[in-house]
């Protein structure tokens, strides 16, 4: 980054953090809890849909069209239904900020209620993450 881009960053409150290579995976929150959910998500649905698909054909076995053309309508379906799952459900992202060891201030930013629901609460499509001490 610049110096210029650095000291607009500041003047606007922003903290520019360096992430390592290879290691957003544990250390940007989002890709701790949302990215690795909504994968999943969207992984279980795909599955779904293909099993139900193969197992309703009648006769003889024919190969599903899984062109981007054809998979563009039933993909559009599954990415609202999962940010309807993400949004009711804010302690994916809270879980992100804590597993990532950067959850210092969360507190400050929401209910604290919900942070113990993301220690507790256990979701078929949550993370598996860990809290690191």
Same mark, same amino acid.
């Given at each position: 980054?610049?110096?210029?881009?650095?000291?607009?960053?500041?003047?606007?409150?922003?903290?520019?953090? +360096?992430? &390592?290579?290879?290691? !957003?995976?544990?250390?940007? &929150?989002?890709?701790?809890?949302?990215?690795?959910?909504?994968?999943?998500?969207?992984?279980?649905?795909?599955?779904?849909?293909?099993?139900?698909?193969?197992? !309703?054909?009648?006769?003889?076995?024919? &190969?599903?069209?899984?062109?981007?053309?054809?998979?563009?309508?039933?993909?559009?379906?599954? +990415?609202?239904?999962?940010?309807?799952?993400?949004?009711?459900? &804010?302690?994916?992202?809270?879980?992100?900020?804590?597993?990532?060891?950067?959850?210092?201030?969360?507190?400050?930013?929401?209910?604290?209620?919900?942070?113990?629901?993301? +220690?507790?609460?256990?979701?078929?499509?949550?993370?598996?993450?860990?809290? +690191?001490?």
């Amino acid at each position: 980054m610049t110096s210029k881009v650095l000291q607009r960053l500041e003047a606007n409150h922003i903290h520019s953090v +360096l992430i &390592p290579e290879s290691c !957003t995976d544990k250390l940007q &929150p989002m890709d701790v809890s949302v990215n690795k959910a909504a994968k999943a998500f969207l992984q279980r649905e795909f599955q779904s849909w293909y099993a139900k698909s193969i197992t !309703t054909q009648k006769g003889e076995f024919c &190969p599903l069209n899984l062109t981007t053309v054809a998979m563009k309508h039933i993909g559009t379906k599954w +990415l609202v239904k999962m940010f309807e799952h993400i949004s009711n459900n &804010p302690h994916l992202v809270v879980n992100g900020f804590i597993a990532s060891g950067i959850s210092e201030n969360i507190s400050d930013a929401i209910d604290t209620d919900m942070v113990e629901l993301s +220690l507790e609460d256990e979701d078929e499509y949550d993370t598996d993450c860990e809290v +690191l001490s």
